[in-house]
């Protein structure tokens, strides 16, 4: 045959090499055994030198199977092993089944250009117009009696709107509220709500919420608490120790 | 409602939707039953396929899409130049060809046929859509099974899986499942 040089990344694999070689040597798959294409397929990958090694392998598997193929023939065969298939019956399969595919992705592409020519649209993109809003029922006394509500209830509060305003320093801090707590007596349970003074602000509330959490963190407390809403039960020490006793 | 004034509807509709919708989405919306949306249809088929029309009705996996005719692509090409259709490689081609026939169907066994690596090829097939993730095969470490999506059957111009090409037989009966043989050993996506 001639000595055409063959480069292996023109293949889709072992089996399209093999298939070109059969279909070059004008020879069925089934004879592939009786004909030079598995001498010639690893003659190819042997002078293909300098491969890729993700593709390569593939191509070398299979010469590697070829030579098996090889040797086993020059073996007299035992009988009994006749009822098997044969690693040349699997490789013709495995061909046929691979060139039946072949076939079809050619007949694919055909399908592929052919749909190819028909476009369509991407969908009408339609912005949304802007919300509006719809007040019904609002007259300006309404709106007169709205404000003196609000304005009498800054007034309550004693949160009067001056321009600037007034910011208090912080009153409660985490680390003196851990202080306190670890002054209360060690292993007896201990209501949250008993943590705090008695018209407690909201401020207060979050920061000795705050500093349970960190002492649990640092293990030096637990709580519990059954429900949601439900008053939390804090311990102070180690969980370990309060369980034991 | 008369058909004809149905069948103008339905055309507006698929217009503004550009992309495919079933015939169940459309009759939802009018709130009329699916037989005359589907009957609809048919009618606003039936008036395309006459000459002088340019647009023509493209069915796929139960949707329906308002599309060009594919016989003046030449004469679209030339006013909208670069319309790039780009084409699936030859590796592509032969797993998308191997998955079609034998979904659901794992790696493993896409692999067997090809005689090649073809991990590369599939996840090029799942990002371009052709291809999606159906279920896990229930077998040793449950490999991810694929399947065709309905972009697929509209890049091909299928109308379902049946309208694929007949698979040349040889001497051994193909292996070619249909989706009513799918034995029990895969299971479903939850």
């Known amino acids: 045959m001639s000595a055409v040089h063959i480069h292996l990344s023109r293949f889709e694999g072992p089996l399209d090499l093999l298939l070109h070689l059969i279909g070059r040597a004008k020879i069925d798959i089934q004879d592939i055994f009786v004909s030079e294409v598995t001498d010639q397929y690893i003659r190819i990958v042997r002078e293909s030198g300098e491969m890729d090694m993700d593709e390569a392998s593939s191509f070398v598997n299979m010469a590697a199977t070829l030579l098996e193929i090889k040797s086993r023939a020059m073996l007299p065969v035992l009988t009994d092993n006749l009822e098997e298939e044969t690693p040349e019956a699997q490789l013709i399969q495995q061909l046929e089944e691979y060139a039946r595919f072949r076939q079809i992705s050619l007949e694919m592409q055909v399908y592929e250009e052919e749909a190819g020519k028909s476009f369509s649209k991407l969908p009408e993109e339609f912005p949304l117009p802007q919300p509006e809003f719809e007040i019904s029922g609002l007259t300006l006394e309404g709106l007169i009696r709205a404000f003196i509500n609000v304005s009498r209830r800054v007034l309550e509060d004693g949160l009067e709107a001056e321009p600037g305003g007034q910011i208090e320093a912080e009153r409660f801090s985490v680390s003196a509220c851990m202080a306190m707590i670890l002054k209360k007596p060690r292993k007896i349970p201990l209501k949250f709500s008993a943590l705090l003074s008695p018209r407690a602000s909201r401020d207060e509330v979050i920061t000795v919420f705050l500093a349970m959490l960190e002492l649990m963190k640092q293990g030096k407390a637990w709580a519990q608490q059954d429900t949601s809403y439900e008053d939390i039960t804090l311990y102070i020490g180690r969980r370990k120790e309060i369980e034991h006793e | ?190």
């Open chain 2, 1 to 190: 409602m008369n058909d004809k004034l149905l069948a103008g509807i339905i055309e507006a509709i698929l217009f503004v939707s550009g992309e495919a919708i079933t015939p169940d989405e459309i009759a939802l919306a009018l709130d009329l039953p699916e037989d005359a949306v589907i009957h609809a249809l048919g009618d606003l088929e039936a008036c395309y396929q006459e000459t002088g029309r340019g647009l023509s009705i493209k069915r796929f996996g139960g949707k329906t899409q308002l599309a060009t005719k594919a016989e003046y692509a030449p004469y679209i090409e030339r006013v909208l130049q670069p319309i790039q259709r780009r084409s699936l490689s030859q590796s592509a081609l032969e797993t998308l060809s191997i998955i079609a026939y034998k979904q659901p169907v794992t790696r493993m066994e896409i692999e067997a046929v090809r005689g090649v690596g073809s991990d590369y090829a599939i996840q090029s097939l799942v990002s371009k859509r052709m291809v999606r993730e159906v279920g896990r095969k229930d077998t040793l470490g449950k490999p991810i099974l694929y399947g065709t999506t309905d972009q697929f059957l509209s890049h091909f111009g299928l109308g379902d899986l049946r309208d694929l090409p007949e698979i040349p037989t040889g001497d051994k009966q193909t292996t070619f499942l249909s989706n009513d043989q799918l034995s029990d050993d895969y299971i479903l996506p939850e």
